[in-house]
């Protein structure tokens, strides 16, 4: 894992080492001094952005990790973070003991994706089934199915400022949003579908993005741009190009307007909107 300084001449301050296979998500914690990461080599691992220490490796999962999420980060706790992987199962975890502090068994149905809401009582993955799965995490049982995409959902964000609306994206070619609060008036809560980010063959997990504010959606895609829509409307606002292989991870700075990309290509790309 890289560590970049986001103004100047974008200075490598920081490597993270010691996964042994393909890092496949990374996470800030809330507090902004630790990052959780996921990897294919079954683990999940917890560390110090300041000293680059390792606090915490999990090594609970019997397959590739795919996804980690910061548990609370509403309440702002570093310690709380969650995973999920190709052996069906979601851990929950406290960075202060070695084992997970409770289990959530998808049926042996490999998840591809978790986030957790900002109250940190509900985590949401996507999985093989195509569908998002809302987890009650007091009771480890499912309180609501989001069904809507016709292929398996390959990532997954929550709205930062509300709380109120996740995004998915998924091998149908599709980025949709959906509406999470209680009284919501569309029984499927799809509030709207975005098109114009591809997947393709190779099947990568792309992760969609909020901005702080949530008035615009972010998603990489297999041809290669970063596509930036309007929340409210769907319209397309930014089609941005560059890279030179699939786009799979994108952000948005918390404060300023820019947008981070990152790639198969091997590399990071900031965009000033």
Known sequence: VFLWNTYGECANYGVLQGHKSGVLEVQ??????????????SSVAVWDARTGERLRRGRKHTAAVNSCCPLSWGTGDDNLFASASDDGMAFLWDARERHPVAEIDNSSLPLTSIVAAPSGNTVYTGALDNNITAWDIRTLAPVNVLRGHSDTVMGLAISP?????LLSTSLDSSVR??????????????????SGAPHGFEKNLIRPAFDSDESTVASGSVDRTLT????????????????????????????????LSGSVDKTVFLGEL
Request: charged share 25%.
């Open 28 to 41: 800030w914690m809330p507090g902004g001094e630790r990052l959780v990461t996921a990897s294919a080599d």
């Open 177 to 194: 949003l959906w509406d999470l609060r209680p009284y919501c008036r569309n029984p499927s809560r799809c509030e709207r579908v975005f």
């Open 228 to 259: 930036i829509w309007s929340m409210r409307t769907g319209e397309i606002k930014y089609k941005l190009p560059g890279h030179k292989g699939c786009v799979t991870q994108v952000d948005f700075h918390p404060q300023e307007p820019i947008v």
């Open 161 to 165: 400022k509300t709380g109120n609306y």
